[in-house]
């Protein structure tokens, strides 16, 4: 009764369409399907391991550069099964489109430090550029004041009654720089 139990859990009357339905949607014919692997080129296996991978339905499904060795139409399969996809799905790409139809979100790693972004491979990279433009904005307005700061010191550098005002200004533009 427990084995029953657990066949009837894991849907098991279930797997062989499933099956079948991934494979399909991978670009095999019945015939490949029937065959056996080893008769299979490198590009056909790795299809074989992704359609294994997405049988599994993992809580977390790593894929790196899921689209290297599919074509058109089977690029086109994966993006409306992973749009659909329950779980979470960690993507490493460089396809742009397939990008933008699958992400909800991106992350960024970038000088040992990592970016969120909402939204797809564009909404990624408009929002980087405007942080980037923002970023030099603000170093910009940085260095104005350092240097409005630096031409102040210079212009009262030598008044004694200045000096514990220079003072201060000299370790507000260190605390600017560092």
């Given at each position: 009764?427990?084995?029953?139990?657990?066949?009837?859990?894991?849907?098991?009357?279930?797997?062989?369409?499933?099956?079948?339905?991934?494979?399909?949607?991978?670009?095999?014919?019945?015939?490949?399907?029937?065959?056996?692997?080893?008769?299979?080129?490198?590009?056909?296996?790795?299809?074989?391991?992704?359609?294994?991978?997405?049988?599994?339905?993992?809580?977390?499904?790593?894929?790196?550069?899921?689209?290297?060795?599919?074509?058109?139409?089977?690029?086109?399969?994966?993006?409306?099964?992973?749009?659909?996809?329950?779980?979470?799905?960690?993507?490493?790409?460089?396809?742009?489109?397939?990008?933008?139809?699958?992400?909800?979100?991106?992350?960024?790693?970038?000088?040992?430090?990592?970016?969120?972004?909402?939204?797809?491979?564009?909404?990624?990279?408009?929002?980087?550029?405007?942080?980037?433009?923002?970023?030099?904005?603000?170093?910009?307005?940085?260095?104005?004041?350092?240097?409005?700061?630096?031409?102040?010191?210079?212009?009262?550098?030598?008044?004694?009654?200045?000096?514990?005002?220079?003072?201060?200004?000299?370790l507000l533009i260190n605390n600017l720089i560092y």
């Amino acid at each position: 009764q427990e084995v029953y139990k657990k066949l009837d859990e894991i849907e098991a009357s279930k797997a062989i369409p499933k099956a079948h339905s991934l494979l399909k949607g991978l670009g095999f014919t019945q015939e490949m399907i029937e065959g056996p692997s080893r008769m299979l080129s490198g590009g056909w296996r790795m299809r074989v391991a992704l359609a294994k991978v997405l049988f599994c339905k993992p809580d977390i499904l790593l894929l790196d550069e899921p689209t290297n060795h599919l074509d058109l139409d089977a690029v086109m399969w994966l993006q409306d099964y992973l749009s659909t996809f329950e779980n979470t799905v960690l993507v490493v790409s460089h396809a742009r489109e397939f990008l933008n139809d699958v992400c909800t979100d991106i992350i960024h790693l970038n000088n040992l430090k990592i970016d969120y972004y909402r939204g797809g491979f564009e909404e990624f990279e408009s929002q980087r550029k405007a942080n980037i433009s923002r970023k030099i904005k603000e170093y910009e307005a940085q260095q104005m004041k350092i240097n409005h700061v630096k031409t102040f010191i210079d212009k009262f550098r030598f008044n004694y009654k200045r000096a514990s005002f220079i003072l201060k200004l000299a370790l507000l533009i260190n605390n600017l720089i560092y």
